[in-house]
């Protein structure tokens, strides 16, 4: 165990400085006209959960994913912390990523102490101009998390600076401003979600839920809120566990298909067939596209 908590550290050190291309396993996408897509959670599930069936279908068709998590996760749950549950979760996060096609990297901050500084915002700001992104996803700044909202309003922050030569001339600017989407989410105040896009992720399903499975530290122990009582050590219990959370998740993505039906009209010359979907809504502050523009960016449509 010691050995992992050394290479965690080794390859989270110091992400103010943070250089996409000098992290382990990270592989720089070529310019080979493929959409390149960073999308920014954050925990070690948030992204794989918003948008982990949307990333499946733009690997499917060769596009560039990277899934970053913003913290380490490493109070979140409810009986180890600190380390050992950083790497636990970094390990979980990886075969979710392999399952799902796409790449990921997890940054050195600690769980629930997100802020929104003027280090982080650069942080943010040269992440996405390394991957030189086309399109940009996270949640929205009034999320029921701090990490969550703080993250949001990073990524907000960013949305115009990466196009700002001298601000953080260490990376160059972007002279195309990305497309900055939110995820879906219920909060009301002081606006509710109204998505843009919405995704039918049928043909991915089966692989999100295999993904968030190999969650369990998350999932099926409960994170932060769970108990030894979730996930007792027989067999027969555990497989039940496992099918419930399993189960839970796919109504959840039957419900935003579901609650977006009218909008998937938009995507789909079938929208009742529908079973599993995910929503997007475009942030105000970086490029804005207009309708053709769009459906190349979710090319998923088949109107
Ligand atoms: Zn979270």
């Known amino acids: 165990m010691l050995r992992r908590i050394l290479v965690l550290v080794t390859t989270t050190f ?3 400085q943070l250089s996409l291309a000098a992290i382990d396993g990270v592989k720089m996408p070529p310019n080979d ?26 690997a499917k068709e060769g596009h560039h994913v990277l899934l970053v998590s913003v913290t380490n996760g490493d109070i979140g749950h409810w009986r180890e912390a600190g380390g050992p549950l950083a790497v636990r979760r970094k390990m979980e996060v990886q075969e979710a990523h392999k399952i799902l096609g796409v790449q990921g990297v997890i940054l050195d901050v600690h769980d629930g102490e997100l802020l929104p500084t003027l280090e982080n915002r650069r942080m943010l700001t040269r992440l996405i101009r390394e991957w030189k992104a086309d399109l940009v996803l996270s949640h929205r700044p009034n999320d029921y998390h701090p990490d969550h909202r703080y993250t949001g309003v990073l990524v907000q922050d960013a949305a115009y ?3 700002v030569p001298f601000f953080c ?16 989410d ?45 996930l007792p050590p027989e067999p027969d219990k555990q497989k039940a566990r496992h099918k419930q959370v399993r189960d839970g998740f796919a109504r959840r993505y039957q419900g935003v298909a579901e609650k977006f039906r009218a909008k998937l ?23 804005q596209p207009n309708a053709a523009q769009l459906k190349k960016l979710f090319p998923f449509s088949d109107k």
């Open 14 to 16: 110091a992400t103010t």
């Open 33 to 58: 006209g493929k959409l390149r897509i960073i999308a920014f959670g954050a925990h070690p599930d948030d992204c794989e959960l918003q948008v982990g069936g949307t990333a499946a279908r733009w």
């Open 161 to 163: 600076m990466v196009t």
């Open 169 to 184: 001339p260490d990376v160059p600017h972007l002279t195309n401003n990305p497309v900055f989407f939110y995820y879906a």
């Open 186 to 230: 219920r909060f009301e105040k002081p606006n509710p979600f109204d998505p843009d896009v919405v995704v039918n992720i049928d043909s991915v399903m089966e692989k999100k839920l295999d993904a968030l499975g190999v969650m369990v530290s998350q999932f099926a122990e409960g994170g932060a809120n769970g108990s030894a009582s979730l």
């Open 265 to 287: 009209g938009d995507w789909t010359s079938e929208p009742a067939q529908v079973k599993h979907a995910e929503a997007f809504e475009i942030c105000e502050y970086g490029s």
